[in-house]
């Protein structure tokens, strides 16, 4: 069975980033661009919405999810013949979300994509970077549920609230979704950090906090010992051909309740600018 990797917390923290170090630098992982393949799975499944009808997660945008369903939907079509969780462990003749989270993955990862060129037939640890979704109670509860042999495990990667304003303000803001206002944006990040952190609180051995900061100023330490998380090896890992995205922390706001505790579980300097 393949073994996944996902991450949590919040777009706009240097998921994009990091998932093209992990995958260039080893064979063993493959992190897909946006595939939105755990959402899918979870309304086939858990809400049981037809394939035709899945409708975006409300934080991200339609043409992400619509691609992975064009490039997989035969296989995708294949949860009609699951009735059930409880049947597919006692016949192992069903589809379980699992074995088609693999499926997809592969068949993804086979072709390549614009922003993951690298094309591959097999590897260990297939990933998808959507930690708004991966991260929502909901999903998490339910991801934990179903991916069992082995249970998943999760980086948590966390970027300093300024970068993730400006960034959101400059590139992802998608209509005001996370806010109209750079206090709403941010009251955005601290609920989803806070949530976050209690999904993870009772898996702390399945779960790496990884800082945007560290990886962008020592990515060849943080390699390492994101690698050794995930109990794989690696050799003279380079991070030559992929570039962060620019570090700004000038972005100006009133602080949020909850977000002086915040800044200092991350070690974080509370600085407008």
Request: proline share 5%.
């Amino acid at each position: 069975m393949v073994k996944s990797v996902f991450f949590l917390g919040i777009v706009r923290s240097g998921t994009s980033f990091l998932g093209r170090l992990l995958t260039s630098n080893s064979e063993n992982v493959y992190i897909t661009h946006e595939s939105d393949i755990i959402w899918i799975l979870y309304n086939l499944y858990e809400l049981g919405t037809p394939l035709d009808e899945i409708v975006k997660y409300r934080y991200d945008s339609q043409q992400a999810m619509g691609d992975t369903i064009k490039k997989c939907k035969l296989i995708l079509q294949q949860w009609k013949n699951h009735s059930s969780a409880n049947l597919y462990k006692l016949t192992g003749e069903c589809h379980s979300p699992a074995s088609l989270y693999e499926e997809c993955q592969r068949n993804i990862m086979s072709r390549g994509t614009q922003w993951q060129p690298i094309k591959r037939s097999n590897t260990i640890y297939l990933g998808d970077k959507k930690p708004t979704q991966q991260s929502d109670p909901a999903i998490f509860k339910w991801t934990e549920k179903n991916f069992i042999d082995p249970k998943p495990k999760y980086i948590h990667l966390i970027r300093h609230p300024n970068d993730f304003l400006e960034s959101t303000l400059h590139f992802g803001r998608m209509e005001n979704i996370y806010g109209d206002t750079n206090n709403e944006i941010m009251e955005f990040w601290v609920k989803k950090q806070q949530d976050t952190l209690k999904l993870i609180k009772d898996i702390p051995e399945r779960v790496i906090t990884v800082k945007y900061e560290d990886v962008c100023e020592s990515p060849i330490e943080e390699l390492h010992r994101i690698y050794n998380f995930l109990d794989l090896p690696v050799e003279n890992p380079s991070s030559s051909g992929v570039k962060p995205a620019s570090i700004y922390k000038k972005a100006e706001y009133d602080y949020p309740k909850g977000y002086a505790k915040l800044m200092k579980i991350f070690d974080y300097e509370e600085k407008k600018k």
